[in-house]
């Protein structure tokens, strides 16, 4: 799949996927994706079968998407407020961690 990817081979590609849709998110030894591996070499046809094939929630957050937007896509967004509450106070964190610990 990875050299699919790279070499911009679409039929292979989808072959690969269609036998194991898993691939769709494995990572290379690098820690490269399937889409960073296309990206890099400006596979487009490549990326844009990956992107049609991925599930929205699966996807990583990328640079120029916030947080916000990104647990808003994935009906998150209550979270939003949470962290931001956290981040205020570093030490509201502690407490709710702290309150948590159980001795075994």
Request: glycine share 4%.
């Amino acid at each position: 799949a990875f050299r699919c990817a790279a070499r911009g081979d679409v039929e292979g590609l989808e072959a690969a996927l269609d036998a194991d849709p898993s691939l769709l998110y494995a990572l290379n030894r690098g820690g490269a994706s399937l889409v960073d591996v296309a990206s890099e070499r400006q596979r487009v046809a490549v990326v844009n079968l990956l992107r049609a094939r991925e599930n929205p929630a699966r996807r990583r957050l990328v640079e120029t998407e916030s947080l916000e937007a990104w647990l808003a896509a994935r009906g998150l967004a209550a979270l939003t407020n949470a962290l931001a509450d956290i981040a205020d106070d570093p030490d509201d964190l502690r407490e709710m961690t702290d309150d948590d610990v159980v001795e075994a």
